[in-house]
């Protein structure tokens, strides 16, 4: 595990990584600035008061766009790691393409292309995974403030295990049939949830959690590559 973290890191070098993550991280921001202007114009003109039976208050669009900035900052602070793991994942045949051609050019040649559609439908499904999980967390969050420390501690289990599991099939993806690659995910499950929690601590450090999705997903590619290249799996390919 760490021969693939300094080999990820290593990896940010190489400028085809740095874009998809520049992309990855802009596409990331395009959502949440959606998502503020969404609700910008839901709180124009709300009554919360009226909501609460306190009378009247209608939000004007200062105080819309204040509630809706408020939120908006929440919610990438809440879910910014499942949105960028989200978005990089429907990268993943680039940044595995990138990553195997510099390292691994035999399994670069053999590789079957993930395709667009594959790529944003895996990307899809890991960001709902990751905010179910935290979705169904959100009691305990709010049960261990009080420790102070808690809600992170709880923060790094819950998506490590979530990053962990999607970073390996988006390693995986691009080899093998589905029977081999399910059985790859299922008998590597505790590196995956060392490599998720690597990546989950990355998340809570600042400018650390910008390159978070990038390394994690390099750190999957070379872990399942180095896997690969001691057991090939039997539908290599295909």
Known sequence: MLRALVLSLADLSDRRVIAILVQALAVTAVIFVLLGMVLAWLFVGADPCDLADFGSCPLDVGAGG??????????AWFLFPGVAIGVVTSFADRIAAAIEQRHYPAAAAEACPIGVVRGVGMGLRSAL????????????????????????VLFVVVNGLAFGRDLAELAAARHGDRASRRAWVKS???????????????????????????VGSA???????????????????A
């Open 66 to 75: 204040i509630g809706a900035v408020f939120l908006t900052l929440l919610a």
């Open 129 to 152: 995974r990751i905010l179910l999980f935290n979705v169904l967390a959100i009691p305990f969050y709010l049960l261990l403030l009080f420790t102070g420390i808690g809600p992170f």
């Open 188 to 214: 590597t499950r505790g590196e995956q949830a060392l490599m998720g929690t690597l990546v989950s601590v990355m998340f809570l450090l600042p400018f650390a959690n910008l390159i978070a999705p990038a």
């Open 219 to 237: 750190m999957a590619i070379h872990l399942f590559n180095r896997h690969a290249a001691a057991a090939p799996p039997p539908a290599y390919g």
